[in-house]
């Protein structure tokens, strides 16, 4: 079947939001890699709550809109969970379109859950916009699918550096433990996978600053593992043999400190 | 911190797309489900192969373009992946801008490497633009966060009926398992997953025809599976201790039969 499209349409038509909160995703980073759903909402915000995580970039989307900075970074500056829930269900008592912007996907490891809570709670209208969750987008840097018909047809996400439980060649992404990698690598060697299973590490992912590595968990166990990555840039880390082929392109994770000398000197 | 976005910005800068060939994820099937990147690589496409399964308001964004649909729908016609390699590749000595245009995210289970390796082969320039996928697309629709700090901190995505082994609360979400229900059912409570585990199905995520049915793991083993969905329409089917409470607010997957009766009277 072939067919040509009409050169007379543009795009979708889309009706202004409904008053409300919108839990939206961001995506990992880049300011176009958010959904069109996402950036039509922006752009009737009233008013937008950002996680820390957030590429300024992103903010690009809104205009005329008032901007209020929440949510952690890495181990710095936090709002607390309870004062950002308390904030979206007073802004929806004053504001007609109230935006929650989390960075990745709302759902996908981003405490969501208390904020529904807050918002059903308070009777609150709310819907949720999903956004790329970091494990897709690596996987498209890395033009590497985690699954393959061969080698695995399940893929694990886990913020929990020993979760990951098979090691009949299935794939796992790792989630915030970039200061737990060795006890990643110590524990799915316990739990049977060969020191030898290849881990690509990728920082920053889709923005200017991206920087990926890749070792085997046997490499991951070595070396003094907070040297290699920059302060609050967050980490995903994928383990599995689908890797293989990738690891030989990738800058050793063991070079990964000439880098970071290079970056801290710069910075 | 609190401020406001200037009122003169309207979106971000973005230049015409390199030209290569472009593998972009279409998301769960809505228009404006696909990345703000996604539509932009649409609009100055020359050729886009587009699969069976996307929903066709998507070509939309597309505008004086070729359109070829290739690809399989549950069952129904398909063209053979080699065939769309070939078709990948000369394309891409004819055109600028070539799009293949995939349901969901490009590299979940969407026999993206058979793709990759070709053009690779080819030596054709390419890029993965990632997309929202059904198990993201459908949590939102659910407002369901498929993990929590207190129930699951793991979520496995699979296409394996039998592949989630654990029964520690956890959450999996299963892909292309419609005509496997009871196995999936079987498998899972043979594991040691109870009987009682809650079970969330959708049908046609984010489209205006999405259908949604709660039920245990007790209960998918029962009934004429196939009388519950309607032909060639995808279903995803969310297990775990997390969906405990929003089984109450679903329709019984024992309903689902009147609702197909009426579905099919109505076709």
């Given at each position: 079947m072939e067919q040509i499209a009409p050169r007379t349409v543009k795009s979708p038509k889309f009706n202004r939001a409904l008053p409300g909160v919108y839990l939206i995703g961001a995506g990992?980073?880049?300011?176009?890699?958010?959904t069109v759903r996402g950036a039509r909402i922006l752009a009737d915000a009233d008013i937008v709550f950002y996680d820390a995580l957030i590429d300024i970039s992103m903010l690009a989307w809104c205009s005329g809109t008032k901007l209020v900075q929440v949510g952690k970074r890495c181990g710095a500056h936090s709002s607390s969970q309870h004062f950002i829930n308390k904030q979206l269900v007073d802004a929806a008592r004053k504001y007609s379109v109230v935006v929650r912007l989390k960075g990745g996907d709302p759902l996908i490891f981003g405490r969501a859950q208390e904020e529904i809570d807050a918002l059903e709670k308070a009777n609150v209208r709310y819907e949720i916009v999903p956004g790329i969750t970091t494990a897709l987008a690596a996987s498209a840097e890395l033009k590497?699918?985690?699954?393959?018909?061969?080698?695995?047809r399940t893929l694990t996400l886990t913020t929990l550096p020993g979760r990951c439980t098979h090691a009949d060649h299935k794939t796992a992404i790792f989630y915030m433990v970039r200061d737990q990698l060795s006890e990643v690598a110590t524990t799915l060697i316990a739990q049977?996978?060969?020191?030898d299973t290849p881990v690509c590490l990728m920082e920053s992912?889709?923005?200017?600053v991206q920087r990926s590595f890749g070792c085997t968990l046997n490499e991951l166990?070595?070396?003094?593992?907070?040297?290699h990555f920059l302060d609050r840039q967050p980490v995903v880390v994928m383990v599995g043999e689908v890797y293989r082929k990738k690891l030989q392109t990738l800058t050793p994770l063991i070079d990964s400190q000439i880098h970071f000398n290079v970056l801290q000197a710069a910075s």
């Open positions: 990992p980073g880049a300011a176009d890699l958010i590497q699918p985690p699954t393959t018909r061969e080698l695995s049977g996978h060969s020191a992912v889709s923005l200017p166990l070595l070396g003094d593992i907070q040297h």
